[in-house]
């Protein structure tokens, strides 16, 4: 899914539960989109919502239609949460490992949130972070509560990443597919971070891209080192996409949906999501 500068989407890939149904082309005045794994949510820039794709685990409920003043949403396997202006969240669909747990409303002065396949993760405006939803991994560890100045949040399946201050990162989780190796340590200069399921790129503030993790389906592949000037990241399961300055795309990893299809190299003016809240 990439958002154009006219505020329309774009989407390819595997359209199985109608997550890249038409209906997409309908909506305008999007300024952020977030994908789930089977799901997605549109944020408009009036600080509505819309969902579009499978609903069996009511990830696509309706409940969605009645919050307003949202400026941010991200979505795991099956839920999504919503962060609004006043510094709360609110979290619909899927509650089967309390991925959807009521503590999240104890949360206030939020400013950031990110979703793994079933937990969550929400950056507080003091660089501290709170952390609910399944911990069989040890994704909701408590570790996460030493970390402070953090500015920045992402979710794999299992695991996290937190980007602070000073351009490193630290992650917390599930380790199977080394993406919590301790490789990311060396790391300095991080900007920005995006996770797949076992897999994670951070962004550096030269423009360029660095991975690590799993890489069964090449979403590591060094590729990504011929990439410059790159102003985004963004991942899929087990694919990567960059946003590059001039409004173009490049895509890498697994491609059996179409998610590589070479169709992204025809589209132009794609922007940067909508990220004026996060804590500078």
């Not at 396997?77 to 979290?91: D, K, M, Y």
């Not at 079933?118 to 408590?142: F, M, Y």
């Not at 979710?155 to 351009?167: D, H, M, R, T």
Request: charged share 15%; hydrophobic share 30%; aromatic share 12%.
């Amino acid at each position: 899914m990439s958002l154009r500068s006219d505020g329309t989407l774009e989407c390819w890939g595997s359209n199985e539960e109608n997550q890249c149904d038409s209906v997409y082309k309908t909506f305008t005045n999007i300024i952020n989109v977030a994908c789930g794994w089977n799901h997605s949510v549109a944020l408009k820039d009036n600080g509505t919502l819309e969902c579009w794709g499978n609903n069996e685990c009511n990830q696509c409920d309706s409940l969605y239609k009645t919050f307003t003043g949202v400026i941010y949403v991200a979505c795991g396997q099956n839920h999504s949460v919503a962060l609004t202006s006043n510094g709360n969240i609110e979290c619909w669909g899927s509650n089967d490992k309390n991925q959807c747990n009521s503590v999240y409303k104890t949360f206030t002065d939020i400013i950031d949130v990110a979703c793994g396949i079933n937990h969550s993760v929400a950056l507080k405006r003091n660089g501290t972070i709170e952390c609910w939803g399944n911990n069989r991994s040890d994704q909701c560890n408590s570790v996460y509560k030493t970390f402070t100045d953090v500015i920045n949040v992402a979710c794999g399946s299992f695991y996290s990443v937190a980007l602070f201050e000073n351009g490193t990162i630290e992650c917390w989780g599930d380790n199977y597919n080394n993406q919590c190796d301790s490789i990311y340590k060396k790391f300095t200069g991080v900007i920005d971070i995006a996770c797949g399921v076992y897999h994670s790129v951070v962004l550096k503030s030269d423009g360029t891209l660095e991975c690590w993790g799993s890489d069964g389906f090449n979403q590591c592949d060094p590729v990504y080192k011929t990439f410059t000037n790159v102003i985004y990241v963004a991942c899929g399961g087990f694919h990567s996409v960059a946003l590059l300055d001039n409004g173009t795309i490049k895509c890498w990893g697994n491609n059996d949906e179409t998610q590589c299809d070479p169709v992204y190299k025809t589209f132009t003016n794609i922007k940067l999501p909508h990220q004026d809240y996060i804590l500078k």
